[in-house]
């Protein structure tokens, strides 16, 4: 049988693992990528992303294709985006269309009732697309396949989900190629990877509290590859792709101790590559940080994403203390090693004398980089029920944010006293400032609100030159670069249909 897979923006790890696992079992599989130019959240532009817009290419690769199914891996920020596509396919072929990823788990209730979507994938999607297919193949689409969900004579109909698989080393590796094909260079040259699936924590502004819900009492939610597995992909990513740079993007790279210490020396041994990383306050100690450094780890990502304890602890649902945080970078500095923060803007019942107390503290921590996000809401997290309650979010905020029509999540968090999101220039500047000076700025009225005057650019130079200085500079090298190859990819890609259609 012949499955398209579509995905948008960015790599997607999810969408390469199916296809390879599907090629494995004798598939063909197709997939297609669209960058959505001028229409993500760092470039933004409805006009342009109309005029630069690859759905016509799209379209014809898929009519070229002719597939017998289609997927698509959606996420909250791209659900609309899919929904125009799938829309539009429906206007121009005759093809089942299956919906799938995270915002499909979260709300299939929601994601089955759009006229473009025939099926709705919930959770993990190998089994369930193989069973699926093989129906197709045999002209006789099994409506009980568990994990998906059908549209049939007006009905719904809801399959149970099946356990979790926790042998993740019985996968193949994803099919990296599939996507590299199209995309710039700097994706294979600064890989990500994956190494466990889940997480151990519930923090209520994260997926990962509304999904490990659906997976109740079916399994462990937090499973991890053997080093052996990971260390076999991560060769023959440097024998085919020659990177400079991994990185890890597990939710919690650290929380295996003797895990780590087996990868910790292959790494070194085998790979030798500079790699960042995310972890929790929890699982750092001397030991931990001992080996991440001993496996050439460039730069340790913290999610603190408040300096407030009451923030964290009453609306975060994080529950460890400053003091635990001045321990663990007590340890990340003892190893030398660089590491950031995450910082969330915009958290209900954050006030600017919370966002002052993060201020001072993430000033005495003096990490390498702090990276400010404004809050994103997804789908069924307990940080709706904290922004209703706070008046951040509108009563009706849940159908918005569950079909994905949000500008910025509708957060509509604006104090009087100055829009939230322009704190992001003070956290962005700290790690470049002395540290008695930020104290100054911190308390100084007046020098504050002319910090919060200057314009957004800045904190793009700023992040520029941290970046450089922590030896990740090449992240802002790749997106410069990586728009000018969609650019010219979507020319070629036009020119050539064009010839097609006179050649008729």
């Known amino acids: 049988m012949k ?107 929601v994601v089955v009732k759009e006229v473009a979507v025939d099926m709705v994938c919930v959770g993990e999607g190998e089994m369930p697309l193989l069973e699926l297919l093989r129906g197709l193949k045999d002209k006789n689409r099994n409506y009980a396949v568990r994990n998906i969900w059908f549209k049939e004579s007006g009905r719904v109909i809801r399959n149970e989900i099946r356990p979790l698989n926790q042998d993740l080393d019985y996968l193949p590796f994803p099919d990296r190629e599939a996507l590299y094909a199209q995309l710039p260079r700097s994706y294979s040259k600064y890989p990500i990877m994956l190494t466990s699936h889940g997480c151990p924590y519930r923090c209520t502004y994260c997926a990962n509290n509304a999904i490990a819900q659906v997976y109740k009492d079916k399994g462990s939610y ?63 100690d001397k030991e931990v940080c001992t080996l991440l450094k001993l496996s050439h780890c460039n730069l340790v990502l913290l999610g603190l994403q408040s300096g407030c304890e009451w923030i964290r602890r009453e609306i975060l649902d994080r529950p460890e203390s400053n003091e635990e945080y001045r321990k663990a970078v007590r340890f990340l500095k003892d190893a030398k090693l660089k590491f950031s923060l995450d910082n969330i803007l915009n958290i209900p019942f954050d006030t600017p004398d919370t966002i002052k107390e993060s201020f001072g ?17 997804f789908p069924n997290t307990k940080i709706i029920e904290h922004g209703i309650r706070a008046g951040a979010l509108r ?62 650019v800045v904190i793009l130079l700023v992040k520029f030159i941290l970046n450089i200085r922590a030896g990740t500079g090449f992240v802002f090298f790749t997106v410069f670069n990586n728009e000018l190859f969609y650019l010219k990819a979507l020319l070629a890609g036009r020119i050539r249909s064009r010839t097609k259609e006179t050649k008729r």
Request: positive net charge.
């Open 3 to 109: 499955l398209a897979l579509l995905c948008a923006e960015d790599f997607s790890l999810s969408v390469a693992c199916l296809s390879a696992f599907l090629k494995k079992n004798g598939h063909e599989v197709r997939v297609i990528f669209d960058p959505k130019q001028f229409g993500k959240a760092y470039a933004n532009n409805k006009y342009l992303s109309e005029l630069f817009s690859w759905r016509s290419l799209v379209l014809n690769r898929l009519k070229e294709f002719a597939p017998d199914l289609i997927g698509f891996s959606v996420f909250t920020s791209n659900y609309q985006w899919a929904l125009q596509m799938a829309g539009e396919i429906k206007r121009n072929m005759d093809v089942p269309i299956i919906f799938g990823g995270v915002h499909a788990t979260l709300v299939p209730e």
């Open 222 to 284: 937090l499973r991890r590859r053997s080093p052996n597995s990971v260390m076999a992909e991560l060769k023959e990513i440097k024998s085919r792709y020659a990177p400079k740079y991994i990185l890890f993007m597990d939710d919690l790279f650290t929380f295996n101790r003797g895990w780590l210490a087996d990868f910790a020396l292959s790494y070194a041994k085998d790979i030798g590559l500079p790699y960042s990383c995310l972890t929790h306050t929890r699982f750092l």
């Open 361 to 377: 503290f993430y000033n005495e921590l003096r990490p390498n980089m702090i990276h400010s996000f404004n809050l994103a809401y």
């Open 395 to 456: 009563e009706d905020s849940r159908d918005l944010i569950n079909r994905g029509l949000a500008a910025n999540y509708i957060n509509i968090q604006l104090d009087s006293q100055g829009d939230y999101r322009r704190y992001a220039l003070l956290f962005t500047i700290l790690p470049l400032l002395p540290a008695r000076f930020a104290a100054k700025i911190i308390d100084d009225n007046i020098f504050r609100r002319m910090l919060l005057r200057l314009p957004p």
